[in-house]
């Protein structure tokens, strides 16, 4: 920051330094035609009556003058003639300067202003040339000089003037930056470690959101989003880990229980070999049934597929007509009831998960002769509802039931995963599952979305 405010004054104080020069020197100019004119003033009647070459009071008051301005002076007659000047020598009173354009311009009634290289002085001069008036035409011309370096010097001591300021300018400037990147750095660095201590693996590592500049606040945040995203993985991952092997551990401890008996058995008796490898087919269907639930359950946590709108009483239909079979089977009434069209969002299949596993766990709760009815209700948010007349749950148990690996009977059917299946796939759309019981016995599986944008 320092080195771009030196930058901006440099840019600002060149052209500045210019400027100031120009003004100096119209300033000059201004002064020196003012001062000219005075001269051409005292001096017009001894010009007049052509005594200025020989009487002492013109050399006086061009001397006077040049004492005390600096300035050089030369007084022509009529003719371009000097009859005064400012020289001590007075070695040039009597030469003839019409020749010079200043004084030719200045006789001709003009005034004439501007710079030019002197010979003698060796110096490059500002000059002002004016007329001397009077009633009965020009008497003659008096000529102003200045070396042009005095206008310069005038100029730069403005200019030097300035560089007070600059100089508390550029300490402020510098005091704002280390003050400012002190602050900055001092927030990145906390930051940093943050980071640090995420990377060596301490999933409560947080960086603060609230000090710092905007930018610094807004990284906080993303940060702090992206470690509580990465810890909520990272713990669901090794939940996921201990549940799966533990859930794993038993049907393969079954199976191969089963087949060293068959093992055994298979000469001395294959009748009883038989029934150990078919009891080991059933422990097999298990295992793969239980793998893809937890297959299921993983990518219905890990879900990242964007939202679509459905329609929830679309889809809640077609799933009633394909169980319909099923139930007349068992003897149980499979029926629809509620909104024609009923739009909401959700990922992809999820209506027809949950659906599927609300009436499968119906229709293994209720018995034959009984009902159940899939309900869809739709105001700013959709909800179906799966009623069935079987014995329902306690509240124990439906505080339980979306639970990982949680069966709500012992004879070990079913992998324990279908709500927590459900569950996760009712919160990767925006939505809830519950488990209500009903006014006369029976459970209320509901899955709850939000509308469709309107």
Do not use: K
């Not at 964007?306 to 809640?316: K, N, P």
């Amino acid at each position: 920051m320092t080195g771009f405010t030196l930058l901006m004054l440099a840019v600002q104080n060149v052209p500045f330094a210019f400027y100031l020069t120009g003004v100096e020197r119209e300033r000059m100019v201004t002064t020196l035609e003012r001062d000219a004119f005075v001269l051409a003033g005292r001096l017009e009647d001894l010009l007049e009556a052509g005594t200025a070459a020989t009487d002492p009071a013109a050399a006086r008051v061009v001397a006077e003058y040049s004492a005390s301005s600096g300035a050089r002076v030369v007084v022509v007659d009529a003719e371009g003639v000097a009859v005064a000047t400012s020289d001590a020598d007075q070695s040039r009173v009597g030469a003839s300067y019409a020749s010079r354009p200043e004084f030719a311009a200045a006789l001709e009634g003009r005034i004439a202003t501007g710079e030019r290289d002197s010979e003698t002085l060796g110096v490059r001069l500002l000059y002002v040339a004016v007329p001397v008036l009077s009633a009965e035409g020009v008497l003659g011309s008096v000529r102003l000089s200045y070396p042009a370096q005095v206008v310069t010097d005038a100029a730069m001591r403005q200019v030097w003037g300035l560089l007070p300021v600059a100089a508390t300018t550029v300490v402020l400037a510098g005091l704002v930056a280390f003050v400012f990147a002190s602050g900055v750095t001092r927030r990145l660095r906390l930051l940093q470690a943050a980071t640090d201590g995420l990377a060596r693996g301490d999933l409560e590592s947080r960086a603060e959101e609230g000090a710092g500049v905007p930018e610094v606040r807004s990284l906080a945040r993303s940060f702090n989003l992206m470690a509580e995203r990465l810890q909520a993985l990272i713990e669901l991952q090794r939940s996921f880990a201990s549940d799966a092997s533990h859930q794993l551990r038993t049907p393969l401890t079954a199976l191969r229980l089963r087949l060293e008996g068959a093992s055994e058995l298979i000469e001395s008796d294959p009748d009883a070999a038989a029934e150990r490898l078919a009891a080991a087919d059933a422990e097999l269907d298990r295992l793969g049934s239980l793998i893809e639930g937890l297959l299921t359950l993983s990518r219905a946590e890990a879900e990242s597929a964007t939202t679509a709108v459905y329609d929830v009483a679309a889809i809640a239909r077609e799933r009633v007509e394909q169980w319909m079979p099923l139930g007349q089977e068992a003897g149980i009434t499979i029926r629809y009831e509620g909104a024609t069209v009923a739009p909401a969002v959700a990922i992809e299949t999820a209506l027809e998960q949950v659906v599927d596993n609300f009436i499968d766990n119906a229709l293994g709760a209720s018995s034959a002769g009984s009902t159940i009815t899939v309900r869809v209700e739709s105001t700013d948010r959709v909800t179906v509802h799966v009623l069935d007349e079987g014995p329902g749950l306690s509240p124990a148990q439906r505080a339980r039931a979306f639970d990982r690996f949680w069966r709500g009977s012992s004879d070990g059917e079913g992998s324990g995963l279908g709500l927590a299946i459900v569950e996760r796939l009712a919160r990767a759309s925006g939505g809830s599952a519950r488990l209500e019981p009903r006014t006369g016995g029976g459970l209320d599986a509901s899955l709850t979305l939000p509308g469709a944008p309107r």
